[in-house]
């Protein structure tokens, strides 16, 4: 099950893939059962201002719906073959990350409005994703790859590997810290705080530090290397 951040509307998520919405104010449902794929109980996430779901089935394959109605809004979106074990919004709703499954299991952004791959497929070093987490404003994204597989932190707007490794064991959540700078994972039951600030890219933290520095400038001090967002 999925309550939109309201608590307004309750996606209850079925085996045979379909997704029965309903007004938790009056108690009725909302159109009739969405469906996506027919293979297994669907993963659910509501954007951050609740008029989204997004449906994620078995085939690899996601949906966007609009929550009041009931109507498809775009996909179907498809990474790879293989079953969406997670989906996150963004914090500003404009994009969604998906986790597909497998034996490598990946990540993808895509752009929520016109369906868009921004970015992907994100992974660990090890080739695993379990799990993503958000920083507060959407410019980091934590891929937790669970089982002895390190913990990465991506740009996911150009896919840039910002920070890690981190090396730690079994992980099957995180959280950032509102500022975006500690990120907490939940580590074989214990939770442990990382600092990310020492395991930032080099460049980044240099162009945090100095601040916009033109494109002419930068090809004279670092040839060979794209400009880093935060120098932009």
């Known amino acids: 099950m999925a309550?939109?951040?309201?608590?307004?509307?309750?996606?209850?998520?079925?085996?045979?893939?379909?997704?029965?919405?309903?007004d938790l104010r009056t108690g009725r449902s909302i159109g009739g059962p969405v469906r996506g794929d027919s293979g297994q109980q669907p993963?659910?996430?509501?954007?951050?201002?609740?008029?989204?779901?997004?449906?994620?089935g078995a085939d690899g394959t996601v949906r966007l719906w609009d929550s009041r109605t009931g109507q498809l809004l775009l996909g179907p979106l498809k990474g790879n073959e293989y079953s969406v074990v997670d989906l996150l919004f963004s914090p500003d709703?404009?994009?969604?990350?998906?986790?597909?499954?497998?034996?490598?299991?990946?990540?993808w952004m895509w752009d929520v409005h016109s369906g868009r791959l921004i970015s992907g497929p994100l992974n660990s070093p090890e080739g695993m994703v379990s799990a993503?987490?958000?920083?507060?404003?959407?410019a980091l994204l934590a891929a937790i790859g669970g089982i002895n597989q390190p913990v990465l932190v991506w740009n996911p707007r150009n896919g840039a590997a910002v920070a890690g490794p981190l090396a730690v064991s079994t992980v099957t959540t995180g959280a950032f810290s509102p500022d975006g700078r500690?990120?907490?994972?939940?580590?074989?039951?214990?939770?442990?705080?990382?600092?990310?600030?020492?395991?930032?890219?080099?460049?980044t933290h240099l162009c945090q530090r100095v601040g916009s520095i033109s494109a002419e400038t930068w090809r004279d001090m670092v040839p060979g290397e794209p400009v880093p967002d935060p120098c932009r």
């Open 3 to 22: 309550l939109s951040p309201d608590g307004a509307v309750l996606a209850t998520g079925l085996g045979d893939g379909t997704v029965q919405l309903s």
């Open 43 to 56: 993963e659910m996430a509501f954007s951050p201002d609740g008029a989204r779901l997004a449906t994620g």
């Open 93 to 107: 709703g404009k994009q969604l990350a998906v986790v597909n499954g497998g034996s490598r299991a990946i990540a």
């Open 132 to 138: 993503v987490a958000f920083g507060p404003d959407g």
């Open 182 to 203: 500690t990120l907490a994972l939940n580590e074989d039951g214990v939770v442990r705080l990382w600092d990310l600030w020492p395991f930032r890219n080099p460049l």
